[in-house]
Structure formats: C-alpha cells, structure tokens
C-alpha cells in the first residue's frame, strides 16, 4: 500500500469517528434538553399544587371568593354565581401585580342545584399553558 492510500484511509475513518461522535453528540443534548424542560415542568407543577392547595384551604376557611382573594392578594369579580378571582405570581412564585405575572391563579365559582357552592381552581402559565386545575366544594356545617 502506497503512503497517499493508507492517509486517505485514515482520514475516511477520522471523518466517520466524527460522525459517529456528532450524532451521539446530537442525541444527547436533546437528551438533556428535554430532561431541563421536564425539571421546569414538575418545578413549575409542584409550586403550582402548593399555591392551590393553600387557595382552596382559604377558600373553605372563608366560604368566600372575595375574601379569599384578599387574603391571597389577588382581586374578586362580579358576586353570587357569577363571581371570578385571580392572583398572579411572577416567576419565583411570588405574588405579583398582572403586569410582571408568569403565572395566574383563577377562581370560577358556580352553583349546583345537588351540591353546595363550588369553586374550579386552575392554575396557568400566563402563555395559556395549564398547569393544574380541580374543583374545591364547601360543605356547610349544619
């Protein structure tokens, strides 16, 4: 074998190394693209069930949409069946004006006719992305 074959040969295996090393390469940074967005995911959905746990909690210790909104800090609309709140929060899960919010928090009260009162609480990105959403019923004590 003369000399300019046995480099050429080296350089056609060198070349398909590379490749090789490139699509491995590829695959691995969607790998952990996709694993960074999963961790946003559960980041985002776990501070999403706590700021909604604790909104239902309040909702049923006032049996109230507006004062349950002050308390979180957020505001209330309309009343009776009608009756809506919001609290948003930034992206560190801080309550914040609408303005700089990442994230919403949104009451929707309704009445049943074979249940008491009841609240659908969801809570989005502020891109409409849902994040979580459930109903939270208030049984009377009587």
């Given amino acids: 074998m003369s000399g300019q074959s046995r480099s050429t040969l080296f350089l056609i295996e060198k070349l398909i190394v590379i490749a090789v090393f490139a699509i491995c390469a590829s695959a691995c940074a969607g790998i952990f ?24 909690e309040q909702y049923k210790a006032y049996k109230n ?12 609309y309309g009343a009776g069946t009608e009756e809506t709140a919001f609290v948003y929060y930034d992206s560190d899960w801080q309550v914040s004006p609408e303005e700089g919010a990442a994230y919403v928090l949104h009451f929707r ?3 049943s006719t074979t249940k008491p009162p009841q609240c659908i609480l969801s809570v989005d990105r502020m891109t409409g992305e849902g994040l979580l959403s459930f109903t ?6 009587d």
């Fill in 65 to 76: 949409l507006s004062d349950t909104a002050v308390y979180l800090g957020g505001q209330a």
């Fill in 33 to 56: 693209v996709e694993s960074y967005l999963n961790a946003n995911l559960a980041r985002d959905t776990s501070y999403a069930l706590s700021v909604a746990k604790n909104a239902a």
């Fill in 109 to 111: 009260r309704f009445e």
């Fill in 136 to 141: 939270v019923a208030v049984r009377s004590s």
